[in-house]
T-cell receptor, first 113, second 112 residues
Framework: EAQVTQNPRYLITVTGKKLTVTCSQN?????MSWYRQDPGLGLRQIYY???????DKGDVPEGYKVSRKEKRNFPLILESPSPNQTSLYFC????????????FGPGTRLTVT | AQKVTQAQTEISVVEKEDVTLDCVYE???????LFWYKQPPSGELVFLIR??????QNEISGRYSWNFQKSTSSFNFTITASQVVDSAVYFC?????????FGPGTRLSVLP
């Protein structure tokens, strides 16, 4: 089944404790992206990747890192999480960037205390 | 700057009513794409439609229809004869280059 998977689905952590949210797709997509969803703000793009070893900032990259060492994986790293990073995070992939529609993962709900 | 506005935060309708969700966008690009996504209560994001900036034809898919008007920078979504299963948050999105910008979403509640 074609899908985007994220792990973990739920995570509660403390300020400053490094964490990684994994994202994997099995569709051989070139483009992958991370978003955060906050009430009233919709989805905001954090980082995206056009292909292996090619990443770039979205609208809200501060406090996040990403890497794309393999085509299928695009982990999101929070090196020193803060409470303002409490959010719902979505990973997405598409065949290429514009104009292709994105396939979204199920979401990761992160709480930073 | 690229921006998507969905002025309606929440809409409630009674089943079988028609409802239109508004989307207004801003972009300096001449080539861009617009999308609608649905997020039902279960939380996943479901792709509904894509429209490119050179195609202003309206589109109908079953009970769903979309009206793209470049002159007013709008890409509105109408659900005809709404059903309870249409209850969801609907997002309009704009893509320019490699970036995606989403609107804040409209929460639609269809009451039985």
């Amino acid at each position: 089944e074609a899908q985007v998977t994220q792990n973990p689905r739920y995570l509660i952590t403390v300020t400053g404790k490094k964490l990684t949210v994994t994202c994997s797709q099995n569709m051989n997509h070139e483009y992958m992206s991370w978003y955060r969803q906050d009430p009233g703000l919709g989805l905001r793009q954090i980082y995206y990747s056009m292909n292996v070893e090619v990443t770039d900032k979205g609208d809200v990259p501060e406090g996040y890192k990403v890497s794309r060492k393999e085509k299928r994986n695009f982990p999101l790293i929070l090196e020193s999480p803060s409470p303002n990073q409490t959010s719902l995070y979505f990973c997405a992939s598409s065949l290429r960037s514009s104009p292709y529609e994105q396939y979204f993962g199920p979401g990761t709900r992160l709480t930073v205390t | 700057a690229q921006k998507v506005t969905q002025a309606q935060t929440e809409i409630s309708v009674v089943e079988k009513e028609d409802v239109t969700l508004d989307c207004v966008y801003e972009t300096r690009d001449t080539t861009y794409y617009l999308f609608w996504y649905k997020q039902p209560p279960s939380g996943e994001l479901v792709f509904l439609i894509r429209r490119n900036s050179f195609d202003e034809q309206n589109e109908i898919s079953g009970r769903y229809s979309w009206n793209f008007q470049k002159s007013t920078s709008s890409f509105n979504f109408t659900i005809t004869a709404s059903q309870v299963v249409d209850s969801a948050v609907y997002f309009c999105a704009l893509t320019y280059g490699q970036n995606f910008v989403f609107g804040p979403g409209t929460r639609l509640s269809v009451l039985p």
